[in-house]
């Protein structure tokens, strides 16, 4: 779940509102039919900048016994329909630990990473010199424009998302593929997939699926 938070054409065609518009949902996240948190997301554009803002929090009868609370953002350029992204930042929290991720863009590439509490581990792949690479958040938001792939890198880790979509292009599954962890064993891939249904006249998904180290969380 914590990977999943840590991204115009197909949008602008059908109808989004380009300058100004705030778009919000709420969804209750279930795991095994039973509600473990709450997910609010947030998207603004403007005609020439986006920001993207989750906020996730343990709800439900488990939340005495499984807390967590995560935040994430991210924001950048529109130019000419196409999304570039700038910042992007996330903050998790359990009992346990707390952590925080800060990544910067510029010239289609990552050019920062920090993160607390720091890493001990020398990175094993240079991600500074991998082209056209987006935060998840901003590669999330071009897969539900309609584009069939987004190269990503979270801080933690570099992947592809595959777009899927339906014969009635109401359901899209992202494939997770090409995917390496920066610090450590490249093999280890608990991110599966994202299945999300969403009606043309629809900004953001009225359902998601993601799955996620043998599980599945529903965000409904």
Same mark, same amino acid.
């Given at each position: 779940?914590?990977?999943?938070?840590?991204?115009?054409?197909?949008? /602008?065609?059908? $109808?989004?509102?380009?300058?100004?518009?705030? +778009?919000? #949902?709420? @969804?209750?996240?279930?795991?095994?039919?039973? %509600?473990?948190?709450?997910?609010?997301?947030?998207?603004?554009?403007?005609?020439?900048?986006?920001?993207?803002?989750?906020?996730?929090?343990?709800?439900?009868?488990?939340?005495?016994?499984?807390?967590?609370?995560?935040?994430? /953002?991210?924001? $950048?350029?529109?130019?000419?329909?196409?999304? +570039?992204? #700038?910042? @992007?930042?996330?903050?998790?929290?359990?009992? %346990?630990?707390?952590?925080?991720?800060?990544?910067?863009?510029?010239?289609?590439?990552?050019?920062?990473?920090?993160?607390?509490?720091?890493?001990?581990?020398?990175?094993?792949?240079?991600?500074?010199?991998?082209?056209?690479?987006?935060?998840?958040?901003?590669?999330?938001?071009?897969?539900?424009?309609?584009?069939?792939?987004?190269?990503?890198?979270?801080?933690?880790?570099?992947?592809?998302?595959?777009?899927?979509?339906?014969?009635?292009?109401?359901?899209?599954?992202?494939?997770?593929?090409?995917?390496?962890?920066?610090?450590?064993?490249?093999?280890?891939?608990?991110?599966?997939?994202?299945?999300?249904?969403?009606?043309?006249?629809?900004?953001?998904?009225?359902?998601?699926?993601?799955?996620?180290?043998?599980?599945?969380?529903?965000?409904?």
């Amino acid at each position: 779940m914590k990977l999943f938070l840590n991204s115009f054409v197909f949008l /602008f065609l059908f $109808g989004w509102p380009v300058f100004g518009a705030e +778009i919000k #949902k709420s @969804y209750g996240v279930k795991v095994g039919g039973i %509600k473990i948190g709450e997910l609010n997301w947030e998207i603004n554009i403007d005609s020439d900048e986006y920001s993207n803002k989750l906020s996730l929090k343990n709800k439900g009868f488990l939340s005495a016994i499984y807390r967590f609370n995560g935040e994430y /953002f991210s924001e $950048g350029l529109i130019n000419k329909k196409r999304l +570039i992204p #700038k910042k @992007y930042k996330h903050f998790w929290q359990t009992k %346990k630990t707390i952590k925080n991720m800060e990544l910067r863009f510029g010239g289609d590439k990552l050019i920062s990473l920090k993160q607390k509490p720091a890493e001990e581990e020398i990175i094993r792949l240079n991600v500074f010199d991998v082209q056209y690479t987006n935060d998840p958040l901003t590669a999330f938001q071009k897969i539900m424009m309609g584009e069939k792939s987004a190269l990503v890198v979270d801080g933690r880790r570099l992947y592809t998302m595959m777009a899927r979509p339906n014969e009635n292009n109401n359901q899209t599954t992202i494939e997770i593929v090409n995917y390496y962890n920066l610090w450590a064993d490249h093999k280890r891939n608990k991110f599966e997939k994202i299945i999300f249904e969403k009606k043309i006249t629809e900004i953001l998904p009225h359902k998601m699926h993601i799955y996620f180290d043998g599980k599945i969380f529903k965000l409904e």
